[in-house]
């Protein structure tokens, strides 16, 4: 199953949130938002999260999942965040942090045919 996921997520340690399968949108709560799963598994995938600091901007994240998925940041945010990525079926996961005001992109080989989840603190 492929994502485009969206949803917003408190941006503190305190706040921890998950993205799952969903369109391209934003929130403005702290709860994430999932779009119908509908969603063609090709399709590009959004996800974006509230920053503590400015709380008007936000962490985007874009994806197409493949075998090996490239995931782009853009932190809007004026401190770190820590984005983990998992997926079902697959034990551990990858994790990253991202610089405030930064924007840049990471790969990882993330199989076929399963559902990726994106969290960010």
């Known amino acids: 199953m492929g994502l485009i996921v969206a949803g917003v997520a408190g941006c503190g ?3 921890a949130a998950t993205a799952h399968v969903a369109s391209a ?3 403005t709560g702290n709860q994430p938002v999932v779009a ?13 999260f509230r920053c503590k600091s400015p709380a008007s901007e936000f962490l985007n994240i874009s994806y197409k999942p493949a075998w090996d998925t490239k995931f782009y940041f853009n932190n ?3 401190q770190k965040r820590r984005i983990t990525i998992t997926q079902s079926g ?6 990253f942090t991202v610089n405030p005001r ?6 990882y080989y993330m199989g076929h045919n399963s559902s990726i989840h994106v969290t960010s603190s």
């Open 13 to 15: 340690s305190d706040h």
């Open 25 to 27: 949108q934003k929130s």
């Open 36 to 48: 119908p799963q509908s969603v063609q598994s090709s399709a590009v995938k959004r996800v974006s």
């Open 76 to 78: 809007h945010c004026a």
């Open 90 to 95: 697959w034990p551990g996961s990858h994790s």
């Open 102 to 107: 930064t924007k840049g992109n990471k790969t």
